[in-house]
């Protein structure tokens, strides 16, 4: 029996090799190339046919342009990262670790929908229907109509699409669907590759929205080839500790609504729900104010968000440690060079340590104002005022630059109650009064000039 041939495939970008490299030739990712069968050579009759659509060239301005009409889905963080609701014909993939949440959440919305009259389908390849069943017991949807077919062969999915026309299906997970055009197993980078673009085809021609769930990968990006990604309308990554009960559902792409908007979930005896205001979870509760403690506003989308920034500066000997969660290693070593250049505060023989409150990750340069105001709290000892928030980027030569959407951001303080504000100077209010309800607001230029006000408070 002759043996059967061998190829590998990158987990990136899908691209084939006939031995294995250290490095994909097709995309230069290392490590990423995985045995698997060939595929047969002989052409299969009309395998791509239901991807090809015919269509005629027309002018951009002759198209006529009409806005998607979306179906929210009742939950009402899960509809601000979809950008309002779901799309008709869209394709939705959503990645996480496992047990993080995503069955569960999907299974509530699905329910909901329902329960409005809109028909849904729960395609389940990892579970029985009776596993499904229970979940939702357990969830407490009793009596719930949500139809649930358990399969994962491609073709009697989409016919299933096809007989029953529901308004939104879900597909878990998407590595467990396979099709027979294909003799590699299922979850290989081929099958993953093929039933997605065979969904994503049938999507939008009848109109269905899909929504595929995808593995992740140990570092915590999408399982299989990259291509996955660039197929669907929109990609959701679902974060969160397993050791914490709140969930971040973060949405990393959305042809239909605005990338980087999160939503809070908190993680119940009764499925996951809505946190409307996540401001509470990032900040600590202290009687009275810290040494070391900051906090300041940050932006997530269009959402401003209040979140404590901690530090604590300790005696470290020669070789002293700089270490940050939450926030950029890198940027704190800057902020340390910074602050002693132009402000005069030095740790050199200290140990830092910075931290971000609830394990919300900060990557704007916004937060820069915050750390080096609580990294000064710290290493003299003295708390700041109570009430006090700042924000601003800081840069090389000291100066406090601008955040954007400052106003908004000065609204979500004095809504939740902060009495003083330190920002940069393009950030202040441009009308004459310097107070928003409430709020005095110190506008700074330079590093300097903060750090003169603190020790004036």
């Not at 084939?16 to 052409?43: D, F, M, V």
């Not at 999408?222 to 990604?229: H, S, T």
């Not at 931290?355 to 000064?376: F, H, K």
């Amino acid at each position: 029996m002759a043996k059967e041939k061998t190829i590998y495939s990158c987990t990136e970008c899908g691209g084939t090799s006939p031995k294995w490299l250290g490095q994909c030739p097709h995309c230069r990712a290392w490590n990423t190339l995985i045995e698997s069968i060939a595929e047969s050579t002989a052409p299969a009759k009309n395998r791509f046919a239901s991807l090809a659509k015919t269509a005629e060239i027309a002018t951009l301005g002759d198209i006529e342009a009409t806005d998607m009409d979306r179906t929210p889905t009742g939950i009402d963080e899960l509809d601000r990262v979809l950008g309002g609701g779901i799309v008709e014909g869209g394709v939705v993939l959503i990645g996480g670790d496992p047990g993080i949440g995503k069955s569960t959440l999907l299974l509530q919305a699905l329910d909901g929908l329902q329960r409005r009259g809109i028909p849904s389908l729960y395609v389940t390849g990892e579970e029985s229907g009776a596993q499904v069943a229970l979940r939702s017991r357990r969830l407490g949807l009793d009596n719930s109509q949500v139809k649930v077919l358990a399969e994962i062969q491609l073709d009697k999915i989409i016919a299933t699409l096809d007989k029953t026309r529901p308004a939104i299906a879900v597909i878990d997970s998407i590595q467990t669907v396979y099709s027979e055009q294909l003799t590699s197993a299922p979850g290989s980078v081929a099958q993953v590759r093929e039933c997605a673009a065979h969904l994503t085809r049938a999507a939008k021609a009848s109109g269905v929205c899909i929504v595929l769930v995808g593995h992740v990968t140990k570092e915590g990006a999408l399982a299989g080839p990259r291509v996955l990604e660039h197929m669907v309308d929109t990609v959701l990554y679902f974060e969160g500790d397993t050791h914490s009960s709140f969930r971040l559902v973060r949405a990393i792409k959305n042809r239909f609504g605005a990338v980087n908007e999160i939503g809070v979930f908190a993680m119940t005896e009764k499925g996951l729900k809505g946190v409307s205001n996540p401001s509470a979870i990032f900040l600590s509760q202290h009687a009275e104010p810290v040494p070391g403690s900051c906090v300041m506003v940050t932006l997530e989308g269009t959402r401003p968000m209040l979140v404590e920034i901690q530090a604590l500066v300790d005696s470290g000997g020669p070789s002293p440690r700089r270490l940050s969660v939450g926030l950029d290693r890198d940027r704190l070593a800057m902020l340390l060079a910074v602050l002693h250049r132009h402000a005069g505060v030095a740790c050199m023989d200290q140990d830092v340590f910075v931290n971000a409150v609830g394990g919300v990750r900060i990557s704007e340069p916004a937060a820069d104002l915050a750390v080096m105001l609580a990294i000064t709290s710290s290493l003299r000892g003295k708390p700041l005022p109570k009430g006090f928030i700042a924000f601003g980027e800081v840069g090389l030569a000291g100066e406090v630059r601008p955040a954007p959407r400052g106003q908004e951001r000065l609204r979500e303080a004095a809504k939740l109650g902060f009495s003083i504000a330190i920002v940069p100077k393009a950030n202040a209010p441009k009308r004459g009064s310097r107070d928003i309800e409430g709020l005095t607001i110190h506008a700074v230029e330079r590093i300097e000039e903060a750090m003169e006000i603190v020790r004036g408070l």
